[in-house]
């Protein structure tokens, strides 16, 4: 009788199926044009400056006051349709393209529920997750139990996408720090909003892949406690893309030819040993730890979406 492990042919699938699809160049690889200059060193020392010198101490969120409209509304619940200027520091916004500069988010709550009975949840983009349907959907179960959905457009996606590229295809190493530096500023700054001005009494944020890194960030470096549930999210965006099947979409001869400019005998593995130490500062076990542990939730592995709501309700109603 023959054993077949199924987690390891998912895996052979998934490097295969990455591997056709990018060297046929089906589709534009990560990063064409380079490792972005100048903002590469700039994102480098300011996520640096992100860890507090004192352990618990972090920079407070930014205020904002989102312009809201509404979308649509029932007998139960509304949806809205917010926009606010990016809560980054005038040099991210300076190295952020234009349709950046304004953040999008989408609010879907219980109607005839005060906020300080409700909780509310921000959920975060994964890779290619470019509106805000497939959040939306995962937040509208969760209307049962009084826990609204705030979904947040990540900067170069959606409106947000910078006009010369290709979906999810960043043109720079620059702008994968930049999109998550700038998504953990405005995902603060939602939930203070949520908490002070809304009034809500219980917040969390999650998100999947990339944006369960992106929440396990804003989980380590908001100021009071927060539930917070990274789902089916690597530690670093090093796994997906020297290790996982990004790395066959990544354009690792035009990022040699960028840095043999300064040093000529550049090797494709002296670029990807380049590539792991600056997707090192994505490492979530280097940042510190939440305000209360217990309010965090790992998924990890093959978990059904019934699952995840039921993760939500868990955090979030108890």
């Not at 470096?221 to 997906?240: D, E, N």
């Amino acid at each position: 009788m023959v054993t077949i492990n199924i987690g390891m042919l998912h895996y052979v699938i998934d490097h295969i199926y990455g591997a056709f699809m990018h060297r046929t160049k089906i589709s534009p690889p990560f990063f064409s044009r380079g490792w972005g200059g100048s903002k590469l060193e700039l994102l480098e020392r300011m996520i640096k400056d992100l860890f507090p010198e004192v352990e618990g101490q972090n920079w407070p969120p930014s205020l904002i006051q989102p312009a809201w409209r509404t979308v649509w509304e029932t007998r139960n619940a509304c949806l809205r349709e917010g926009v606010f200027r990016t809560t980054c520091d005038e040099q991210l916004i300076s190295a952020m393209p234009p349709e950046s500069h304004t953040a999008r988010v989408a609010f879907l709550a219980p109607k005839h529920v005060p906020p300080h009975k409700m909780a509310c949840v921000v959920h975060l983009a994964g890779t290619g997750d470019h509106s805000f349907d497939r959040r939306l959907h995962l937040g509208g179960p969760l209307l049962k139990e009084n826990i609204a959905t705030m979904v947040l457009e990540s900067p170069f996606y959606g409106r947000r996408r910078p006009m010369m590229q290709h979906g999810s295809k960043l043109l720079c190493v620059s702008d994968l720090l930049l999109l998550g530096r700038a998504t953990i500023d405005e995902t603060r700054s939602l939930l203070h909003w949520l908490d002070y001005e809304a009034g809500f009494g219980k917040m969390g944020v999650c998100g999947l892949s990339m944006g369960g890194v992106h929440a396990a960030m804003v989980g380590s470096l908001h100021p009071t406690p927060v539930a917070t549930l990274p789902f089916l999210s690597p530690h670093s965006a090093v796994v997906a893309f020297c290790e996982g099947i990004l790395r066959y979409g990544t354009a690792w001869e035009a990022l040699r030819e960028d840095l043999a400019v300064q040093k000529p005998a550049m090797t494709l593995e002296d670029v990807r040993e380049r590539m792991r130490n600056v997707l090192s500062l994505t490492d979530v076990t280097r940042f510190p730890i939440p305000k209360n542990p217990n309010a965090v939730i790992f998924v990890a592995a093959t978990v059904s979406i019934v699952t995840l709501q039921s993760q939500m309700v868990f955090l979030l109603v108890n």
